[in-house]
T-cell receptor, first 111, second 116 residues
C-alpha cells in the first residue's frame, strides 16, 4: 500500500462547479501536509499548506482530518485554468527524505 | 528571474552510457534536491543536499551519484544508464531543508530522459 494515496481521476467537471478530492496517508505520525499543483509536462508548484484548523485561499480550501488520516482540497467556482494535476504531499518527519509525494489527481475543467 | 534551471530538457541514452544532469538555482537557497517522476507514481527523492558541502541519499539513490559543486549547483550523474532510469527528473531548491517550517520547494522544468 502506498504511503500517500490519491484517486488519479481524471475529474472532469464543468466550469463554475465545485470539486473536491481527498488524499489519504498511512503514517499516523505524519506532521505536515501540502497541496502542489502540476500543469501538464511542467514542474510542480506549491498551491497551499494544510493546517490542522483548515485554511482557505480564495477559491481553494484545504482541510486536514487526522483521525481518519486524510486531507482534502475543495475548489469552488472552478475555472478552466484550474485544469492540472494536484499532488498531495505529506511530511513524515522533519527531514527532506521524509517528504512523500502522492501520484496526483488529474482535474479537467470543461467550458 | 531564472529560479531553478535544469539542462538538458530532453535526452536519449543507450543502455550503459553515462551522463550528468545539471541544475543551478539563483535564489541563494541552501537546500537542493533531485527527484524522479514516473507515470502513476509521485515524485521520488533520489538525493538531496541540505546545505553546501553535504549530500544524502533519498528513497531511490541506486544507480545515481550527485555533486553539490557550490551553493548554486547540484548535479546528478548516471554512471551506466539502464532502461529503468527512463523518467522525468526534477531538480528543486528550498531556502531551508524541507520541513514543517519551510516547505516551499521551487522546481526546475524537468529533464525527460529515455534510456533505450
Amino acid at each position: 500500500r502506498k504511503e500517500v494515496e490519491q484517486d488519479p481521476g481524471p475529474f472532469n467537471v464543468p466550469e463554475g462547479a465545485t470539486v473536491a478530492f481527498n488524499c489519504t496517508y498511512s503514517n499516523s505520525a505524519s506532521q505536515s501536509f501540502f497541496w502542489y499543483r502540476q500543469d501538464c509536462r511542467k514542474e510542480p508548484k506549491l498551491l497551499m499548506s494544510v493546517y490542522s484548523s483548515g485554511n482557505e485561499d480564495g477559491r481553494f480550501t484545504a482541510q486536514l482530518n487526522r483521525a481518519s488520516q486524510y486531507i482534502s482540497l475543495l475548489i469552488r467556482d472552478s475555472k478552466l485554468s484550474d485544469s492540472a494535476t494536484y499532488l498531495c504531499v505529506v511530511e513524515r518527519e522533519s527531514s527532506a527524505s521524509k517528504i512523500i509525494f502522492g501520484s496526483g489527481t488529474r482535474l479537467s475543467i470543461r467550458p | 528571474n531564472a529560479g531553478v534551471t535544469q539542462t538538458p530538457k530532453f535526452q536519449v541514452l543507450k543502455t550503459g552510457q553515462s551522463m550528468t544532469l545539471q541544475c543551478a538555482q539563483d535564489m541563494n537557497h541552501n537546500s537542493m534536491y533531485w527527484y524522479r517522476q514516473d507515470p502513476g507514481m509521485g515524485l521520488r527523492l533520489i538525493y538531496y543536499s541540505a546545505s553546501e558541502g553535504t549530500t544524502d541519499k533519498g528513497e531511490v539513490p541506486n544507480g545515481y551519484n550527485v555533486s553539490r559543486l557550490n551553493k548554486r549547483e547540484f548535479s546528478l550523474r548516471l554512471e551506466s544508464a539502464a532502461p529503468s532510469q527512463t523518467s522525468v527528473y526534477f531538480c528543486a531548491s528550498s531556502e531551508f531543508p524541507l520541513s514543517g517550517l519551510s516547505t516551499e520547494a521551487f522546481f526546475g522544468q524537468g529533464t525527460r530522459l529515455t534510456v533505450v
